[in-house]
């Protein structure tokens, strides 16, 4: 289920959110890649094609590149190009590199090399930051200052969740230095300001990066799913920069007590998780804090047919995935909740529901409990 080195690199530049990605590949990887971008945010389209067709692929594809190239220039007023090349090109052997280096144009380019048979999407994304941090320029540090790595513009509840995430450090006197990858191009160049980069769940060769380059610290934390990983986070940024606070004070029981009873009854649900780097945070948040039994917990990368199988042979009554779920669920007849990408049968527009955080706590509660209302009950074996 892993989307390949392509869509990773294609992830992290489309968040830079001025400048245009550039995509050396035939059409159809082309519209894969916008399509689960543009389900929340349909105006956001920052995307070029080089459209390789049959004619490309046998006498290669350098002169549509470089035609892509002077079009995209001349079309975008941005500061950055990012030119993401896929398998198409790796395997007829286009020298990207030379074509960019043949054409004068008026904004930075960056390009990567990410046939999606390369790696996998956490290696493109990895590999697309590690690139676009040759941007990056020297800065007095600004002090309690932090810069967010792991976001994706097409992550699910992003926006939302770095809203609510920003609130919390902020009220703890940690201010948001650069969102990486949810940036402008100019906070992008200015990140090593920060005093400290937090990571979550994926690049970390970037702040490896930028500590041997820049001298910014890193700290790797989880994502902040329910009270106890809300306040675990928080804390644990706050002790880094040395800033004396406890999040628990933001702790607030009043929403839950109007729902205890549902709680209670849902204690013990059997429940199977498969994600990301989020899917381990939101196991814990389901465990500790809702009680439920964790049935199958699965990472991407794991053989999608065995998951499958082993959902099928638990007492497995609420999945929690994302929208490449939702033949599973069907056919079992248990609710799907959606946190993780892609999805594409959901939208989240509203920026004060997220997931992350003590407010995104009490909104994640409440969307589990809304599915399993709709739903009869699974018969136990």
């Not at 054409?103 to 956490?122: Q, S, Y």
């Not at 926006?159 to 969102?179: M, P, Q, S």
Request: aromatic share 10%; net charge negative.
């Amino acid at each position: 289920m892993d989307g390949g080195k392509f869509f990773g690199a294609f992830r992290a530049c489309s968040g830079i959110k001025d400048a245009v990605t550039l995509t050396h590949v035939p059409v159809g990887c082309n519209w894969g890649a916008a399509m689960f971008k543009s389900t929340s945010n349909q105006p956001d389209i920052r995307q070029a094609c080089t459209v390789m067709h049959e004619r490309e692929i046998v006498f290669g594809g350098e002169e549509a590149l470089r035609e892509a190239l002077v079009r995209a220039d001349t079309l975008y007023n941005t500061p950055l190009l990012a030119v993401v090349a896929g398998d198409a090109p790796a395997i007829i052997g286009d020298d990207v590199e030379a074509v960019i280096d043949s054409v004068a144009l008026n904004k930075e380019v960056v390009w990567m090399d990410a046939a999606g048979f390369k790696g996998t999407m956490r290696e493109g994304y990895e590999d697309a930051l590690v690139h676009l941090a040759r941007l990056m320029e020297e800065r007095n540090v600004i002090k309690n200052s932090v810069n967010l790595i792991g976001f994706c513009p097409d992550d699910f509840k992003v926006d939302a969740d770095i809203k609510e995430i920003t609130r919390l450090l902020n009220h703890a006197g940690v201010k948001v230095n650069c969102v990486i990858s949810n940036c402008s191009f100019d906070e992008f160049v200015n990140a090593p300001a920060a005093e400290l980069n937090v990571v979550m769940g994926q690049g970390t060769e970037l702040v490896e990066h930028m500590k041997k380059d820049f001298g910014v610290p890193y700290l790797e934390v989880g994502y902040p799913y329910g009270l106890e990983g809300t306040k675990e986070f928080t804390n644990t940024i706050c002790e880094h920069l040395g800033i004396g606070y406890d999040a628990e004070q933001e702790f607030d029981l009043e929403h839950f007590k109007r729902i205890y009873l549902y709680l209670h009854e849902l204690y013990g649900t059997p429940v199977s998780v498969i994600g990301d780097f989020h899917a381990e945070p939101m196991t814990g948040f389901l465990d500790s804090e809702l009680g439920f039994d964790i049935e199958v917990l699965a990472s991407l990368e794991d053989d999608y047919f065995i998951f499958q199988q082993n959902v099928r042979d638990s007492n497995t009554t609420i999945l929690f995935g994302s929208s490449f779920e939702r033949n599973i669920t069907e056919e079992l007849k248990i609710p799907l909740v959606r946190f993780i990408y892609p999805v594409f049968d959901h939208v989240c527009v509203y920026e004060d529901a997220p997931y992350a955080g003590f407010r995104g706590a009490v909104y994640l509660t409440e969307t589990i409990l809304n599915a399993v209302m709709g739903f009869e009950t699974k018969e136990i074996k």
